[in-house]
Nanobody
């Protein structure tokens, strides 16, 4: 069974930090790109960042997180992380990780939610002001 388990959310004050983890299993980690999305209350799900661990390709799709969030992976643990620093109240959302097939060296990376095949259950991040 394919599984993506997101964890690490919680309540933090503005300016604080959290590290989210996405533990994956059931597929070849190196053949997939892993993305983080977030969905704030009453809003649509939006992409945050993506990493393809096989060749280190990374992008951040949300300009508001650039310089504050860092996506990384531990290939030995089949896990992707999202380090979130200097958190703001507007970062409050349920954060999801998702996986899409994307081969080493490919020019294609997933950007839209519908391009991802597998999703985790989400972890809630609440940033108080």
């Amino acid at each position: 069974d394919v599984q993506l388990q997101a964890s690490g959310g919680g309540l933090v004050q503005a300016g604080g930090s959290l590290r989210l983890s996405c533990k994956t299993s059931g597929f070849t980690f190196g053949d997939y790109a892993i993305g983080w999305f977030r969905q704030a209350p009453g809003k649509e799900r939006k992409g945050v960042a993506c990493i393809r661990s096989s060749d280190g390709r990374i992008y951040y799709s949300d300009d508001s997180v650039k310089g504050r969030f860092t996506i990384s992976s531990d290939n030995a643990k089949n896990t992707v992380y999202l380090q979130m620093n200097n958190l703001k109240p507007e970062d409050t959302a349920v954060y999801y990780c998702a996986a899409a097939p994307s081969s080493y060296g490919s020019t294609w990376l997933p950007y839209q939610a519908y391009e991802y095949h597998y999703w985790g259950q989400g972890t809630l991040v609440t940033v108080s002001s």
